[in-house]
Nanobody, 125 residues
Framework: QVQLVESGGGLVQAGGSLRLSCVSSGRTFSAYVMGWFRQAPGKVRTFVAG????????DYADSVKGRFTISRDNAKNTVYLQMNSLKPEDTAVYYC??????????????????WGQGTQVTVSS
């Protein structure tokens, strides 16, 4: 059973930066695509970013392109989300997610299943 533990959330002013981390355990981390999703109050959870097993391929939601960067360290079983130029509309609970199967190579929102407990990001104006 995979376990995902996020950290790094907090309160930041608009224009600021945060770096989220997610440590995975319980399965071979390097075999799975990884991703970040977020859920704002009263809204559905949406895809933010994803990264392939090797880290060579990434994908982003249009709303965060050019501001957020996803990366991974397979030696540390950790995926990161560097968030720059934060906006109030980035306020949400951010969740780490892992792919449904090691055979899945494409980064697609429907290809993720297991989730962490989430970390709150609040951006003040």
């Amino acid at each position: 059973q995979v376990q995902l533990v996020e950290s790094g959330g907090g309160l930041v002013q608009a224009g600021g930066s945060l770096r989220l981390s997610c440590v995975s355990s319980g399965r071979t981390f390097s075999a799975y695509v990884m991703g970040w999703f977020r859920q704002a109050p009263g809204k559905v959870r949406t895809f933010v970013a994803g990264i392939s097993q090797s880290g060579s391929t990434t994908d982003y939601a249009d709303s965060v392109k050019g501001r957020f960067t996803i990366s991974r360290d397979n030696a540390k079983n950790t995926v990161y989300l560097q968030m720059n130029s934060l906006k109030p509309e980035d306020t949400a609970v951010y969740y780490c997610a892992t792919g449904r199967s090691p055979f899945i190579r494409t980064i697609r929102p429907s290809n993720f299943d297991s989730w962490g407990q989430g970390t709150q990001v609040t951006v003040s104006s």
